[in-house]
C-alpha cells in the first residue's frame, strides 16, 4: 500500500519569504501523479500544483515550485514571496497513473502541514 | 459549471440514527470519490466509482456504511445507525474521463453525531 508522510505538522514563514514544505512517500509503482493540495479555513480542497512521475522537470505554477526527486521519493513544495492568503492547511497527495491498475484511483492523502504566514 | 455539489453541509443527529449524505458530481464526469476527514485519521479515501460501478470500497470502515450511484449524476454515502465517531468531514470529488488524474472536491459536509 502507498504511503504519504509529511513530517512538519506547522509551519510558519514571514510575508514576502520562501519557505518549504515537505512530503515523502512510499510506492512499488513506477507511473504515478503527486499533488499538493490547499486547505483554508473554509475546508475546500484547492489543488496547488501536480507532478507526473516520469516527467523529469519539476512543476511550475507561478509562485508556488516543486522538487521532485523520484529515487529518493521526495516531493516538496517551495512557495515563494508567501502572501497571507497562503495560510492553510497543506496536503501532499499520491494517485498511481490509471494505466498501472486500470481505471480512475482515489488519492493517497499526508496528515498535513499547517502553514502560518506572519505579517 | 456549478462544481461538485453536496448537501446537506452540515448534518446534526443522535446516535442511532440513519444519515444519509448526497452528492451530484460535475456533468460528465465518470469517476466519483468519497472521503473522510478526521483530526485523528486525517483525509482518508472511503470508496470510489467508475461509471457508476463501485471499484474498492476498502476504505469503508464498517458495514455501517454503505455508497450508491444510481445514475452519473447522484451518489449518496449513508451511515446506519450512526455512531460519535462517525462525526467528521465528508467530501465527494468527481474526476474527467480523459483526464483521470484530475479531481474535483465538493465543499464538504460537516456531520456531527452526539
Known amino acids: 500500500a502507498q504511503t504519504v508522510t509529511q513530517s512538519q505538522p506547522e509551519m510558519s514563514v514571514q510575508e514576502a519569504e520562501t519557505v518549504t514544505l515537505s512530503c515523502t512517500y512510499d510506492?512499488?509503482?513506477?507511473?504515478?501523479?503527486l499533488f499538493w493540495y490547499k486547505q483554508p479555513p473554509s475546508r475546500q480542497m484547492i489543488l496547488v500544483i501536480r507532478?507526473?512521475?516520469?516527467?523529469?522537470q519539476n512543476a511550475t505554477e507561478n509562485r508556488f515550485s516543486v522538487n521532485f526527486q523520484k529515487a529518493a521519493k521526495s516531493f516538496s513544495l517551495k512557495i515563494s514571496d508567501s502572501q497571507l492568503g497562503d495560510a492553510a492547511m497543506y496536503f501532499c497527495?499520491?494517485?498511481?497513473?490509471?494505466?498501472?491498475?486500470?481505471?480512475?484511483?482515489?488519492?493517497?492523502f499526508g496528515k498535513g502541514t499547517h502553514l502560518i504566514i506572519q505579517p | 459549471d456549478a462544481g461538485v455539489i453536496q448537501s446537506p453541509r452540515h448534518e446534526v443527529t443522535e446516535m442511532g440514527q440513519e444519515v444519509t449524505l448526497r452528492c451530484k458530481p460535475i456533468?460528465?464526469?465518470?469517476?466519483l470519490f468519497w472521503y473522510r476527514q478526521t483530526m485523528m485519521r486525517g483525509l482518508e479515501l472511503l470508496i470510489y466509482?467508475?461509471?457508476?460501478?463501485?471499484?474498492?470500497d476498502s476504505g469503508m470502515p464498517e458495514d455501517r456504511f454503505s455508497a450508491k450511484m444510481p445514475n452519473a449524476s447522484f451518489s449518496t454515502l449513508k451511515i446506519q445507525p450512526s455512531e460519535p465517531r462517525d462525526s467528521a468531514v465528508y467530501f465527494c470529488?468527481?474526476?474527467?474521463?480523459?483526464?483521470?488524474?484530475?479531481?474535483?472536491f465538493g465543499p464538504g459536509t460537516r456531520l456531527t453525531v452526539t
Open positions: 466509482f467508475n461509471n457508476n460501478v463501485p471499484i474498492d
Open positions: 510506492t512499488s509503482e513506477s507511473d504515478y501523479y
Open positions: 507532478q507526473e512521475a516520469y516527467k523529469q
Open positions: 497527495a499520491y494517485r498511481k497513473d490509471m494505466y498501472s491498475g486500470g481505471g480512475a484511483d482515489g488519492l493517497t
Open positions: 470529488a468527481s474526476g474527467p474521463r480523459d483526464k483521470t488524474y484530475e479531481q474535483y
Open positions: 456533468s460528465g464526469h465518470n469517476s
